[in-house]
């Protein structure tokens, strides 16, 4: 959904918004990963955080990467499969650059942090400046380094910004306990809790978990 | 063991080895019935290691056998997986012990209802007790107790097979360490159980079924039989895969505007009918495929699947095929759901395919990607190393 090339297999550098959320996890935990693509994080949690590692992956053909490389992934769809999950099965239940293209946003940050004692959910900031000044300059919808697809071809169909974000935490209950924000170049990092990260950060990597 | 060879309904040796539980030790069937003696035939590739934990146990299919990767002694043919064993091959026999039993009810060397009642000195027959898939596993578990293996590394299997790892996987979960059953289910559809019936009644139909005991007449209800495999293998193909083999196809130049096989796809499936006779019992037929209909794993467990896996340790890979309409993706969903609902290990792959139900015994590069990095995986977690290492 987002720019950036996937890393090779069991490579020790993954994208930067993974590797912030790798950085969240606690070694030798339980994780399950939704939309996890070929499993990059997955492999990365393996293998240098011990964690128990489980994926959900709607694409096919990500599935069978991530299976092919010894990885404990299904082929599930975030709207609608999690209602199986027993409460509090995971420790952590990520979601990376998914939430935006889910159907239904908020049963499946309800259902995350049901399952999981915490959640982590990073997703691309539609406050960024550069969004709000595309629309402002040329009225049509906002194509950035980030946010690459047409209107019509998108599959991020529930686009927020942050502050957006933080709310619906709020209506819901969940606790921040951390927030981080990226640029587009992923090296300069706010407090995505922070005034001007709705403004600044191209990305956004939360750390929650219920009140 | 037994030394003494075994023979096939048509009077073929069969090689490889047998395991002959006594009247002291009999085998405690669903239906209530004891059964002794019982002969179990399998066939084993590649070494067992010291500390036993390299085996795999291979459960075949309904009409399938322990010759995995054999000539096959009646046929001629290769294995029906050969393509998948030997040294550096997916089920890598320089790494893996591999076995392989001919199911209980079977015709290839294991106890089934072609073979002598000790009791009547008279072939089984229709006396034979109803056996289920849990009998089946049942036997397994005597043969791998006899091999002295307390944890085997995975079981797999296809179809009835699949079955077949399933229940061992729910029955038995801290003898299995993966449990991979392919293009299977928990249970037998309604659609599955009325196509069994067909066959079934096929070869009741046939006048040399003779009640059951065409043995004792020196008949075989071939005609039957093979009317029940060409039903079946329908089932086994998909659309696709039939109009890719043969379309409308005439066998001959012209129509003959008679009943003999004018197309290609008739004398393909008369083909099959015909040469399957050779190899299999129709007996042992009807009380397979009775096996499968009885199947049901929720039923056994209130009604709910996940219950029967609750607590597993099992490490599970879920297989199934696009095409596959006898055993659809639904179908391997629903086991993978009630995985899930007991926070399980699962993979599941969903292998793009137009073979149909049969694709499990193809080459499916896929599917065969997902074995292999599966088992890989499942390895290194078990602490089994490569072979040369």
Redesign the interface.
């Known amino acids: 959904m987002v720019n950036g090339s996937a890393n090779g297999m069991s490579a020790a550098s993954i994208r930067v918004d993974l590797q912030l959320v790798a950085d969240m996890v606690e070694p030798n935990s339980r994780v399950l990963d939704l939309g996890c693509g070929e499993g990059i994080l997955l492999d990365y949690l393996h293998r240098f955080k011990q964690v ?1 590692g ?1 994926g959900m992956e709607l694409s ?1 053909a990500g ?2 990467a991530a ?10 769809d975030a709207d609608t ?1 999690l209602k ?3 409460s509090g ?2 420790d952590y239940v990520i979601l990376s650059q998914t939430l935006q293209a889910t159907r239904e946003p908020k049963g499946v940050l309800e259902h995350m942090l049901r399952i999981g004692r915490r959640a982590i959910v990073s997703f691309p900031n539609f406050g960024h400046w550069r969004v709000r000044l595309s629309l402002l300059r040329h009225g049509r919808m906002p194509m950035t380094e980030t946010l690459t697809y047409q209107w019509y071809d998108t599959p991020n169909i529930h686009l927020c910004t942050i502050r957006d974000f933080m709310a619906l935490c709020d209506e819901l209950g969940i606790v921040i306990e951390r927030a981080i924000s990226l640029d587009s170049k992923g090296t300069i990092r706010f407090d995505a809790g922070g005034r001007l990260a709705n403004l600044l950060g191209e990305q956004a990597v939360f750390l929650l978990k219920r009140r | 063991m037994s030394t003494s060879q075994s023979h096939s309904v048509s009077g073929a040796v069969l090689p490889g080895h047998q395991l002959v539980l006594g009247p002291d030790a009999p085998l405690h069937l669903d239906c209530g019935e004891d059964l002794a003696p019982v002969t179990i035939a399998y066939q084993t590739y590649g070494r067992l290691n010291a500390d036993k934990s390299n085996a795999i146990l291979i459960c075949h299919a309904l009409t399938g056998d322990h010759y995995v990767a054999d000539i096959h002694p009646i046929t001629g043919k290769p294995g029906w997986w050969q393509e998948l064993v030997g040294p550096g091959r997916i089920l890598d026999t320089d790494r893996y012990f591999l076995i392989c039993s001919n199911v209980l009810g079977g015709c290839m060397g294991t106890t089934g209802p072609a073979d002598i009642n000790p009791a009547t000195g008279k072939p089984w027959g229709v006396t034979f007790p109803g056996i289920t898939i849990a009998d089946m596993v049942r036997a397994q578990v005597r043969l791998v107790d006899h091999l002295g293996i307390d944890q085997l590394f995975s079981v797999i299997g296809g179809s009835m097979g699949g079955m077949q790892v399933l229940e061992w996987a729910v029955r038995y979960p801290h003898r299995v360490f993966t449990a991979i059953p392919i293009a299977s289910a928990a249970r037998h559809s309604a659609q599955n159980i009325a196509f069994g019936e067909v066959g079934r009644q096929a070869v009741i139909a046939d006048p040399d079924w003779c009640q059951g005991d065409y043995l004792l007449h020196g008949k075989r209800p071939q005609n039957g039989l093979a009317v029940a495999r060409m039903a079946a293998h329908i089932t086994y193909l998909s659309e696709a895969a039939l109009h890719r083999k043969f379309g409308r196809n005439l066998q001959g130049r012209k129509l003959t505007y008679g009943f003999n096989a004018d197309f290609q796809v008739e004398s393909y499936l008369r083909h099959q009918g015909s040469s399957f006779v050779d190899r299999f019992d129709a007996n042992s037929y009807l009380y397979i495929t009775r096996a499968m209909d009885y199947f049901d794993l929720a039923a056994d467990h209130g009604g709910v699947l996940a219950n029967a896996f609750r607590g597993t340790k099992v490490r599970f890979c879920v297989i199934s095929f696009t095409s596959d309409w006898l055993f659809p993706t639904r179908e391997s969903r629903a086991v993978v759901h009630a995985l899930n609902a007991v926070a399980a290990n699962v993979s599941f792959v969903e292998v793009e395919s137009d073979k149909g139900h049969d694709a499990f015994l193809l080459d499916e590069p896929e599917f065969h990607a997902t074995l292999y990095g599966f088992l890989e995986g499942a390895a290194e977690h078990r602490g089994l190393p490569r072979a040369g290492w």
């Open positions: 128990d489980r096919m599935v069978r299976v092919a490389h010894g990885l404990s992934v299904i082929q599930g499969d199986d999950y027993p099965a995971f």
